[in-house]
């Protein structure tokens, strides 16, 4: 096969790449982090380069212009290699910058260091801890083993009936009790009924006992390091998962993930993003590595099977059934993630294939299960899951939402990072009153709470109607037509943003986030229907995932994303993922409680085959509902384009290009 | 370095070995097996090699007569490499043949089928074994994940409350059960209170579950394949101990393996035997290695610590502390050594350093803990080991007897392989009446229960009197004087011997000897004391141990070996280690039956720091012994050297020139 090389600008990385591989796929090699939502199936257009010089062999596609075409640009997955090449890989097409974060402790349940600890929820007794133990030196009337000596110490202090030890300690263990004058640490594993000496160390390491708590998302991944004697988070790392490059939600990369091969390379990307983040967190809090000796990660089924170098397959095959729901604690170092070579990695256990770990620990941090209050939680992402319930019973669903919260599917969308706008206000005619740009500075585009807040206004200023068209004498000149012939609005003009281009909303972009809203409205409304209750029923909802705490309430409720109730009654969960694993890193009676009173107790609402929501579905493709009745405290707020209108938009859920229905997105 | 090839003969291997190294470590290198019982410190003379040409640096010894080292003879251990050497390793000194074995299941006290079974003294229950399963298909009603399928479907069958999958499993798991269509056989391992899903293979593999027995003796290996299913001995094998040439005993080969290079190279030594032992059975039964998945060993503690790659430095340093009595099941593999990958190896636990696997196994298999009755067991090897008690209470102790009893320290000795003396007659004057050779032929040399016969047999017809000094009027012209100077009498003359060298026995031989008897009788007189009983109060005498079956009880007690009580009382175990091993391999309920009724029950007497030992073992260094009265029944059977003797030969046990007194020999 003939080789070529292939340069990316402007990172100046070269690397060498086969005849007939797309350009995608020697990015990924090259470590260059390109956007790809549809994880290379040429549908999403977001992998977009621009080839400087050499040959190439491109596929003919719908979302490059003809402009952009004769600048070169290309989308890299349909873009094969037939020469030496130099691509430049735009700012808009990267994966990069970190992921804006959820405060550090924004649980406003309750702190982690009040909800666990003496005389708190939980006791602090982490799964994996340190026992400092002072043996007596043996003697002719009592010369036991060095192992039974050790277990005997153990034992005088708790009650540890089964205990277990490995080769590797046993054969270090008598030089290391002589040379430390039988002063030693042992490093305890609690697992079942049963407690594994994981590792013994000479004289006392006790006081360095680090644990790291990680949100494993499909977007972002979150690390904080942990003191897992005082409870305290001494650093906290994010990055974007680097998965992305190979599908942007959990069906395109189980898509992908058809081979070993490609579960090994999923997986590997994972553990080196993971591994990236621990090496942050070490230089940040200037620990040593070998003393963190237990990771405890939440994540979706999903990314917990690729984590685990699981086959997800299953997960989108009816009837969805993971390989595993309580994934055993592992070694870390198993799957190649770097801290203590004996330490244990434990996922958080799922429910079912649509609902994992983290929503698992969105309920455990809103102590909803505490309560005897009806309470709702939402944890909207591109996956939308919820659980309503409380102390008694919990029912859970999954929706499919669809891309547009993380800026997915829409003209000049993009995640929450550096130069997303989160927040605007529009006055008449759709000029900007007020903007808010993460990090400051110029817009590079426009983010999930930064188009709820642009739909809202617009609507309020009656620029679209409640069908999410533009109303033109209400825009103020701002409207136009766009290249593919339908109309969009101008938020910023060229000279205004970060990249010279104008930032604009068409009517497709807020089509698509209309479907995206109805999904979560309706799969709200079905789950009410279900336990036969209403939301007025309601004492909390809770609100978490990726965009949830930059929601503005009251416009969330304006375009029908959420239920119009009292508004005190909603509650940001933050990030609950990296929460709750913070929770069961400190306290294995948290994971005992996760395991019976959460995951096992959660019953499993099917929406794909509820008739419900298939047949009512369209009635929420309005701004808020077509049945304005639903929205009470909103009759008299609507604009211009208000009034029920005469059809529904469409039948059934839309499907997006790079996913199935409801559930199966 | 220089090195140099040194070739032996007559097997025709050729090594590279460096300047200086010496031809011991050259011929291990070349695995050839040559007999070492010092492992290599030049103090036991059985290293014999020819050098037929090339440059060698020897140092002086007094092992060797001038007419051998003119003929070219040098111990292999003190002769160093100088040039390119062809090295001739004769016939005596090499470790070879298959070791004589006691009957396959010289199990006199109930075979192993009627032990292990259905309505037997235990259940059959392998730790290890297999369950086949028939899942049913999962349906959008039933879509728990795979490995909740499996678990539900096990849980159904048998009580499981903790169960446990590794990651290797669960990534196979959801394509095995799918293209199997659901039916499966589950490899379960049952641990502590947890059960390890340990491998899932697709349909029913239930009717394969294979597991070996094995005695890792410190001479003998010897290994049993058996049907867990039928209880049934399908092959069985034995071997040699390759360790043998780096040391005869277990104090020499701990001196040995003073380094982590040393440890590995025995651990590879016994590894390499049982791995060729294995592939041995397979020949034999014609079954796959993949459907051998358990292995039970039973060992004394030292070979045990070599086998698991433990430090056993702290066996033989006061106070005599073990790395470990209960030994973790293991992988298998995790020491090298090849059955199925997912396969355990348990080892059975032990008492105390010097009370081993063994030893526990030999109780096991003669059920004197299911009886009232008060038995005594002595397994004689190089250690003796002797337990005394019952159903209520067990007492044990270990004394060195030095390696005469394997025919080390002996001119002509050697182990019981073929060309041995096993049994002899003498007719006055010392001629021989009938023998019995091992394999038959020409006798090679005289191994332990020949030297019994022997001895009892001069004594018998007066040619040694009872301090075991020849009387030179009654041996009829046998009587010559050795090389050394002291006296020896010719039992075969060499033109009837298998190397053409007469075989003799010296009175040194003799001494030895009757240290060796007299420390294990004295041990079993101690021991009565120590728990205030006489050797009457004993309703049985279980003898174990390499030559045990081979014994002849009469004479035993002749010459003060066992004691002297109704001979109808003394039973043979066989080979106690592999059918106590078998037993545990069929049964779980027998390993803890072993463990809490026999090794932790088993209270250790130190024979070491008893006066009594100390200061009555010199009047055991006679035929039968120097108080006539405890051998009532031989009173009128001593030959001419009766009477009681004016003084003792020596205070104190014997140093024996490789290992210490009493118990640390």
Avoid at 218 to 229: E, I, K, P, R, S
Avoid at 387 to 402: T, Y
């Amino acid at each position: 096969m003939k080789t070529f090389s292939v340069k990316f600008l402007p990172d100046d990385k070269t690397v060498q790449a086969t005849a007939g591989k797309s350009v995608l796929e020697a990015a990924i090699v090259a470590g260059i982090p390109i956007n790809s939502v549809c994880g290379g199936d040429g549908v999403c257009g977001k992998c977009r380069v621009i080839v400087k010089s050499g040959q190439v062999e491109a596929e003919p596609n719908v979302f490059l212009t003809r402009r952009e075409i004769q600048r070169g640009m290309a989308l890299a997955c349909r873009t094969f290699i037939q020469g030496d090449l130099v691509i430049e890989v735009p700012l808009e097409s990267r994966v990069g910058g970190v992921p804006q974060l959820a405060s550090e402790d924004a649980v406003r349940f309750g702190r982690i260091s009040e909800r666990v600890g003496e005389g708190a929820v939980f006791a602090r007794n982490p799964l994996c801890r340190k026992e400092y133990l002072e043996l007596s030196a043996p003697c002719l009337d009592d010369n036991i083993s060095d192992q039974e000596r050790l277990y005997r110490e153990l034992r005088q202090r708790r009650d540890l009936p089964i205990m277990q030890m490995g080769l590797a300690i046993l054969q270090k263990l008598p030089d290391l009790l002589r040379k430390s004058d039988w002063k030693a640490t042992a490093l305890l594993g609690h697992r079942g009924g049963t407690t594994e000496v994981m590792d013994v160390e000479a004289g006392n390491t006790s006081q360095k006992q680090l644990g790291i708590a990680l949100d494993v998302g499909t977007t972002t991944v979150v690390a904080h390091l942990v003191d897992l004697q005082s409870s305290e988070t001494l650093a906290t790392q994010a990055k974007y998962n680097s998965q992305i490059s190979l599908g942007d939600d959990v069906i395109s990369r189980i898509m992908y993930s058809s081979t070993d091969t490609r579960r090994k390379q999923l997986r590997d990307l994972i553990v080196n993003d993971i591994n990236d983040l621990i090496a942050g967190l070490m230089m940040a809090s200037k620990v040593r590595l070998h003393d963190v000796t237990y990771i405890v990660c939440a994540g979706n089924t999903t990314m917990v099977h690729l984590l685990l170098g699981l086959d997800p397959a299953n997960i989108r095959r009816d009837p969805y059934v993971p390989c595993v729901s309580l994934p055993p604690a592992i070694r870390a170092v198993e799957i190649g993630i770097k801290i203590n070579p004996r330490g244990l990695l434990l996922a958080l256990p799922s429910v079912s294939s649509y609902v994992g770990g983290d929503v698992v620990a969105d309920v455990l941090v809103t102590g909803m299960t505490d309560s005897p209050d009806l309470s709702l939680l939402i944890d909207m992402g591109t996956n939308g899951e919820l659980v309503i319930g409380n102390a008694e019973w919990l029912v859970c669903c999954s929706a499919s939402a669809g891309p547009a919260f993380e800026g997915g599917g829409i003209t000049c969308g993009m995640r929450a990072t550096r130069g997303a706008i989160e927040h605007l206000t529009l006055s008449a005619g759709g000029a900007i009153a007020e903007v808010s740009i993460v990090g400051g500075g110029k817009p590079l585009g426009i983010c999930g709470s930064g188009l709820i807040d642009a739909i809202a206004e617009l609507l309020r200023n009656g620029c679209i109607d409640r069908r999410g068209r533009f109303v033109e004498t209400a825009c103020g000149g701002k409207l136009r037509e766009a290249e593919s012939g339908e109309p969009e609005i101008v938020l910023f003009p060229g000279d205004q943003t970060a990249l010279g281009k104008d930032i604009v909303l068409t009517e497709a972009d807020i089509n698509n986030f209309i479907h995206s809203k109805g999904a979560i409205y309706m799969a709200a409304e079905c789950l009410m229907a279900h336990v036969d209750l209403s939301f007025n029923d309601l004492k909390h909802v809770y609100i978490a995932g990726g965009f949830g705490n930059y929601l503005n309430i009251e416009r969330g409720v304006e375009i029908g994303l959420l239920p119009d109730i009292e508004r005190q009654k909603f509650h940001f969960v933050g990030n609950g993922s990296v929460q709750g694993a913070k929770i069961v890193l400190l306290s294995r009676d948290a994971l005992a409680y996760v395991q019976t009173r959460i995951a096992d107790a959660m019953t499993y609402f099917e929406l794909s085959s509820d008739h419900k929501y298939m047949n009512e579905y369209s009635s929420c493709l309005f701004l808020p509902h077509t049945n304005i009745e639903k929205f009470p405290s909103l009759r008299n707020k609507i604009g211009a384009g208000g009034g029920t209108p005469a059809a529904a938009p469409s039948a059934g859920p839309r499907r997006s290009a790079t996913a199935g229905s409801a559930r199966r997105k």
